[in-house]
Nanobody, 122 residues
Framework: QVQLVESGGGLVQAGGSLMLSCAAS????????MGWYREAPGKQRELVAT???????NYADSVKGRFTISRDYPKNAVSLQMNSLKPEDTAVYYC????????????????WGQGTQVTVSS
């Protein structure tokens, strides 16, 4: 089994910064990609940022230039530095990992963290 544990959410004023962290543990051969999604009240879960094992990043247009994703490959971890936060960034943020569990495995399974609340006040 694979577990994702997140930390770092909280309440911040508009214009402030927060950093989210996530670490994966369990039977893991590789993770590709790993990143963050968010779900605001009444809205569908959406991609925030992901990074592939080749280092390729993908950001939602709404966070480009403000958020930075960073992976720690040996630790199977990922962080999200969020700057210039806006009230519309308020959501539950979920860590995501597509995991290949063994070297011989031909399938990747998707795993999600429990979610961490980010609230940005105006």
């Amino acid at each position: 089994q694979v577990q994702l544990v997140e930390s770092g959410g909280g309440l911040v004023q508009a214009g402030g910064s927060l950093m989210l962290s996530c670490a994966a543990s369990g039977t893991i051969f590789s993770i590709n990609p790993m990143g963050w999604y968010r779900e605001a009240p009444g809205k569908q879960r959406e991609l925030v940022a992901t990074e592939t094992s080749a280092g390729r990043t993908n950001y939602a247009d709404s966070v480009k230039g403000r958020f930075t994703i960073s992976r720690d490959y040996p630790k199977n971890a990922v962080s999200l530095q969020m700057n210039s936060l806006k009230p519309e960034d308020t959501a539950v943020y979920y860590c995501y990992a597509a995991v290949q569990r063994t070297e011989s495995a031909t399938t990747r399974f998707a795993y999600w963290g429990q979610g961490t609340q980010v609230t940005v006040s105006s």
